[in-house]
């Protein structure tokens, strides 16, 4: 009932701006975290991706998703660019260690802390979540929403915020 009552307030919000900006609104659906269907959500995002990938999350868990990224870039060719948050980041440990050992996208590191996750797919669909992407067993304390977003457009406006956080971060891989 509350994840309904939140999509709705979303879809509200959303035509809400569309309104103040003169433009048509985008279609978005609303994914309750963390649930299954999150994890399950970012792996089909990065699966459907054919041109590239860029990405802005403090850390990146559990390892299916750090898998799927692999797989994008090593197997299906995806040029794959990854932002993490500055805090706890250490070479050849963690996110960046996995990346690193794994030849994993370019990596850079944002010179200000943040939270959340923004991913863009082939300037096409972006998911974005404000729930700390590390999904660890514990992570159930955690709740709730990410949002699903099939416009080009707003994609394009979400990635090129990413691109500016790697410019003025430092790069690592």
Same mark, same amino acid.
Request: without cysteine; hydrophobic residues 45%.
């Given at each position: +009932?509350?994840?309904?009552?939140a999509?709705?307030?979303? /879809?509200? &919000?959303?035509?809400?701006?569309?309104?103040?900006?003169?433009?048509?609104?985008? *279609?978005?659906?609303?994914?309750?975290?963390?649930a299954?269907?999150?994890?399950?959500?970012l792996?089909?995002?990065?699966? *459907?991706?054919?041109?590239?990938i860029? #990405?802005?999350?403090?850390? #990146? !868990?559990? !390892?299916?998703?750090?898998?799927? /990224?692999?797989?994008?870039?090593?197997?299906?060719?995806?040029?794959?660019?990854?932002?993490?948050?500055?805090?706890? %980041?250490?070479? *050849?440990?963690?996110?960046?260690?996995? %990346? $690193?050992?794994?030849?994993?996208?370019?990596? =850079?590191?944002?010179?200000?802390?943040? =939270?959340? /996750?923004?991913?863009?797919?082939?300037? &096409? =669909?972006?998911?974005?979540? !404000?729930?700390?992407?590390? +999904?660890?067993?514990?992570?159930?304390?955690?709740?709730? /929403?990410? $949002? %699903? #977003?099939?416009?080009?457009?707003? !994609?394009?406006i #979400?990635?090129? $915020?990413? %691109?500016? $956080?790697? *410019?003025?971060?430092?790069? =690592?891989?």
């Amino acid at each position: +009932m509350v994840v309904a009552a939140a999509a709705s307030v979303g /879809l509200q &919000s959303d035509r809400w701006l569309a309104a103040k900006l003169g433009i048509t609104p985008y *279609h978005s659906e609303f994914i309750s975290t963390p649930a299954p269907n999150y994890i399950a959500g970012l792996i089909a995002i990065i699966d *459907h991706a054919r041109a590239e990938i860029v #990405i802005s999350a403090p850390r #990146i !868990a559990p !390892a299916s998703v750090l898998e799927a /990224l692999k797989a994008a870039e090593h197997e299906r060719h995806v040029r794959v660019l990854i932002v993490l948050s500055p805090e706890d %980041l250490k070479p *050849h440990q963690g996110t960046l260690g996995w %990346l $690193q050992s794994n030849n994993v996208g370019a990596v =850079y590191a944002d010179s200000s802390p943040f =939270y959340g /996750l923004s991913i863009v797919v082939d300037r &096409s =669909y972006a998911f974005i979540s !404000a729930v700390p992407v590390a +999904m660890k067993a514990d992570a159930g304390r955690f709740g709730g /929403l990410a $949002q %699903l #977003i099939r416009d080009k457009g707003t !994609a394009n406006i #979400i990635r090129e $915020q990413i %691109l500016t $956080q790697a *410019h003025r971060g430092t790069r =690592y891989r």
